[in-house]
């Protein structure tokens, strides 16, 4: 066994390797499509509430008005119940981190002790979901509640219009309107979930273990803040800041790629042609309008054309973080806010995933091929 395994080739990353059965979602990168269950991820973002594609994404029951509100209910229900602990945890975390990521990553752990909840390992699947509902229910209130904290600001009540509305209230300091929170919403639907990404993929190793949400959760997270995965999309923005002007993206972008340096919002391992996300991100934004937009729009027709002729044969389009981060900022929420906000999305998809890995008791353990130097023998 071990002489057969050691002659398996692996691709680099594990890209295109299937490391379980899923029925949370699909990407099928080749068409441009991917779905959450049995429903077109992108029309669920265009139409879809965020908590409608949350009881989707967990509990896999068919959002209608009556479902989803009773969802809404018992949501709230887990936020009240956790409200206590919750201001605990944010008065403590909020003295010590200087930033929002670093807050969320100790706010879970401190919170899932103090809600005293237990190894999945332990608990069927009734409490899994209590407590995967108590821990996301609660992330856009620590998001929001960091990011005033760091500046100096009390909470504001909540809007009750749902998670969407009240969370932009908290990071901007205004009411949203219906435009602001309905293009929001399509954002953070979008990329609740989005396959076996590094974070997610993170998350599920985790929950193998049989550990708690909130180790689970925090792993993931961690994965989330590198550079190529959720921590990219203000990047997004440094090439439009770095033109300023229509005129100036054609010379700015020729002398990137000769200088060998990567367009940070191009390109995607998985989609072989356009990001149906960053489509739809697109669409949200011109909606929006602006200046900025107007550049933006420019800006991404002379990238592909450009990517086009340097790297011929490669299909790189825009992908959701270049349009992700017009839209946010469009919407009011700072830069350094951005891969938080990405963060309160993607924590649905985590849970998800981390629910359906629990009921496997196979915990996930995949071998290394060494390839160092042999082992030395002592002298004769």
Do not use: C, F, S
């Given at each position: 066994m071990d002489a057969m395994m050691s002659?398996?080739?692996?691709p680099r990353g594990l890209a295109g390797v299937v490391v379980a059965e899923t029925t949370i979602g699909d990407v099928r990168g080749g068409e441009g499509f991917y779905q959450y269950r049995d429903r077109s991820a992108v029309e669920l973002a265009e139409t879809g509430t965020f908590e409608a594609a949350w009881?989707?994404?967990v509990t896999g029951e068919a959002p209608t008005a009556a479902s989803t509100a009773a969802f809404r209910t018992r949501i709230d229900a887990a936020l009240d119940g956790a409200r206590t602990d919750l201001e605990e945890v944010l008065g403590a975390v909020g003295r010590m981190t200087p930033g929002v990521l670093a807050g969320l990553s100790a706010s879970w752990p401190l919170l899932g002790a103090r809600r005293g909840i237990h190894p999945?390992?332990?608990l069927d699947r009734e409490a899994r979901l209590a407590d995967a509902l108590t821990m996301a229910a609660v992330t856009a209130p620590l998001v929001g509640g960091l990011w005033r904290r760091s500046r100096?600001?009390?909470?504001?009540p909540p809007l009750g219009r749902g998670v969407v509305a009240d969370y932009l209230q908290q990071v901007t300091g205004v009411v949203p309107s219906a435009q602001v929170e309905r293009a929001l919403t399509a954002y953070l639907v979008s990329v609740m979930d989005h396959g076996f990404n590094a974070s997610t993929f993170t998350a599920r190793v985790i929950a193998s273990t049989g550990a708690d949400v909130a180790a689970c959760l925090t792993g993931a997270l961690g994965a989330l803040t590198g550079p190529l995965h959720g921590g990219a999309p203000a990047r997004a923005l440094d090439g439009l800041d770095a033109v300023g002007t229509p005129e100036r993206i054609e010379p700015w972008i020729r002398g990137e790629l000769a200088a060998g340096r990567r367009l940070m919002g191009f390109g995607h391992a998985v989609y072989r042609t356009a990001d149906p996300r960053a489509q739809l991100?697109?669409?949200v934004a011109q909606d929006l309008g602006g200046a900025r937009v107007a550049l933006a729009v420019e800006f991404e027709g002379t990238a592909e054309r450009l990517l086009a002729e340097a790297k011929p044969g490669r299909e790189l389009?825009?992908?959701v973080e270049f349009w992700a981060a017009i839209v946010m900022e469009e919407c009011g929420i700072p830069r350094e806010m951005f891969t938080p906000t990405f963060a309160i999305a993607r924590t649905i998809g985590?849970?998800?995933h981390i629910l359906e890995q629990a009921d496997d008791p196979k915990i996930i353990r995949p071998s290394a091929r060494y390839?160092?130097?042999?082992?030395?023998r002592p002298a004769a």
């Open positions: 002659t398996i080739d692996v009881q989707l994404l999945l390992y332990d100096g600001e009390g909470a504001l991100m697109k669409r389009h825009a992908n985590w849970t998800a390839v160092g130097p042999p082992v030395q």
